[in-house]
């Protein structure tokens, strides 16, 4: 499995950005794809998750209305919409693939078996 995370940039507090996450390698029925995050000298932080089958989805709490996770099957590409960016929104972003992971378990790091490269989001005040 590969998982390539693009669309990393910098952006003026407020703007918007669209990461997106390629998965390749495999069929991705009874996966779940996630989006964490890690700023520097801080902890890997969840962001959104979503089930392939189904397209449940679950973000974390701090986070919830500005950003928007969402699933293209057809392209085998996961989105991470994020306005009204912050500073504090400023990390390295990681898409993450799994299978077979309950939803309660969707904000763990290592209930990922596979995990992108990464790919930069620094807002600026």
């Known amino acids: 499995v590969q998982l390539q995370a693009y669309g990393g940039g910098l952006v003026q507090a407020g703007g918007f950005l669209r990461l997106s996450c390629v998965a390749s390698?495999?069929?991705?029925?009874?996966?779940?794809m996630g989006w964490f995050r890690q700023a520097p000298g801080k902890e890997r932080e969840f962001v959104a998750g979503v089930r392939w089958n189904g397209g449940t989805t679950i973000y974390a709490d701090s986070l919830k209305g500005r950003f928007t996770i969402s699933l293209e099957k057809i392209k085998n590409t996961v989105y991470l919409q994020m306005n009204s960016l912050k500073p504090d929104d400023t990390a390295v972003y990681y898409c993450a693939a799994g299978s077979g992971i309950i939803l309660s378990m969707l904000r763990v790091p290592s209930s990922y078996e596979h995990w992108g490269q990464g790919t930069q989001v620094t807002v600026s005040s």
């Open positions: 390698g495999r069929t991705f029925s009874g996966y779940a």
